[in-house]
């Protein structure tokens, strides 16, 4: 990765930031404990004010400026977001140079677009369509008929199988799998019978897939993801699911199968959502969170613990949860009882 020399001012203007302090040039971004003199840091979570009180960085992103600290500051009302901006200026992505290569096997019924860059050992099966500018790392396998939009990456060992659609500059980390089949059987005296899995996989544009996340294909119809959507590693999307837009998943999430979450919903890692439910737009679940029944932003906006219960209740169980014993035992002697063994 690569860096450049820039003023503050004009960093500034580059991430939607005002410049408060002394204009100096700039060479990089790093950490608030790491930053050194000629770098860029953050701030986006109070607690780490400290650091930037003693921090050597010559500026600090920041929403507003942290009394104590020595540097200049660039303030915006979105911290996170220019600190996105500021490190792509330091280090632009690098994307693979075009060429198809002699060691890739990409059958001559496929279609393939401009500038697109495909890697050794990559599989690009008939009837598949390369958008222009679409960049395969080695060991991809595109299945007979997939589409990809173009300007998508795929990583190393990423697997499409057949018939599903990958829109525009969607992200596809090492080892995910789409398409896969769905977890469908049919219970009979002689055992479970495979039902047939013919639906498809769609994911929408400026999707991003963590690595080894799997989306299975629908039984019938179309397992659905959602523009703007961001699934982070190690997640399973079961089969006609359907995620809507700019939504966000933690690692770990298991979504059973035909379960429908809306549009703007963050999901917490490890969190489990049963099938055939309904997660509202704008909700949010806390990690962990197990999602037994549909829920509503409109009632609660964010919901915690399982089964899913409004935060706030589940806040207050979670801290009585431990003087649970010593409520019991003395509950027990007010009622002329006393405490088994066991209940001690």
Same mark, same amino acid.
């Given at each position: ?58 500026? %600090? ?11 200049? @500051? ?8 220019? @600190? ?15 060429? !198809?290569? +002699? ?12 500038? !697109? ?16 500018? !679409? ?6 396998? =595109? /299945? ?7 300007? $998508? ?26 398409? $896969?089949?769905?977890?469908? @059987? ?38 659905? %993801? ?17 995620? #809507?837009? *700019? ?9 059973? #199968? $035909?379960?429908?979450? /809306?549009? &703007? ?15 509202? *737009?704008? =909700? ?6 197990? =999602?037994?029944? $549909? ?14 219960? +409004? ?16 409520? @019991? &035992? &003395? ?7 006393? +405490? ?5």
């Amino acid at each position: 990765m690569g860096s450049s020399r820039v003023l503050l001012s004009e960093l500034a203007g580059k991430i939607g930031a005002a410049l408060s302090g002394p204009d100096s040039e700039v060479t990089g971004i790093a950490t608030v404990e790491e930053a050194g003199p000629g770098q860029v840091t953050f701030l986006s979570n109070p607690k780490y004010a400290r650091h930037a009180r003693e921090t050597r960085a010559s500026a %600090i992103i920041a929403k507003e400026p942290v009394p104590g600290a020595s540097c200049a @500051f660039l303030l915006t009302p979105n911290p996170y977001y220019s @600190f996105a901006c500021a490190v792509e200026q330091f280090h632009p992505p690098v994307r693979p140079t075009g060429g !198809v290569s +002699p060691l890739a096997s990409v059958h001559a019924g496929a279609s393939l677009g401009n500038g !697109v860059s495909i890697a050794p050992f990559v599989v690009v099966e008939e009837g598949a369509v390369l958008g222009d500018r !679409v960049a395969l790392y080695p060991g991809v396998y =595109v /299945g007979k008929g997939t589409v990809i939009g173009e300007d $998508s990456l795929l990583y190393p060992r990423v697997t499409l199988y057949e018939g599903v659609r990958i829109g525009k500059r969607a992200i596809l980390h090492a080892g995910c799998v789409v398409g $896969s089949d769905g977890c469908g @059987f049919a219970p009979s005296p002689q055992g479970f019978r495979k039902i047939p899995q013919v639906g498809t996989v769609e994911i929408g544009d400026d999707v991003e897939i963590g690595a080894n996340t799997t989306i299975d294909r629908a039984a019938l119809g179309i397992t659905r %993801i959602g523009r703007g959507t961001k699934l982070d590693n190690l997640i399973q999307v079961g089969h006609n699911v359907a995620i #809507g837009s *700019d939504t966000v998943i933690a690692a770990l999430v298991g979504i059973a #199968g $035909s379960c429908r979450i /809306g549009n &703007r919903v963050m999901i917490g890692g490890q969190a489990g959502l049963a099938g055939h439910l309904e997660v509202g *737009d704008g =909700v949010i679940l806390g990690a962990r969170t197990g =999602v037994a029944e $549909s829920l509503s932003a409109a009632e609660v906006p964010v919901w915690s613990g399982v089964p899913a219960m +409004p935060h706030k209740t589940w806040l207050r169980m979670v801290t009585l949860l431990p003087k649970l014993p010593e409520l @019991f &035992r &003395r509950v027990k002697r007010l009622e002329g009882g006393k +405490p088994t063994e066991e209940e001690e």
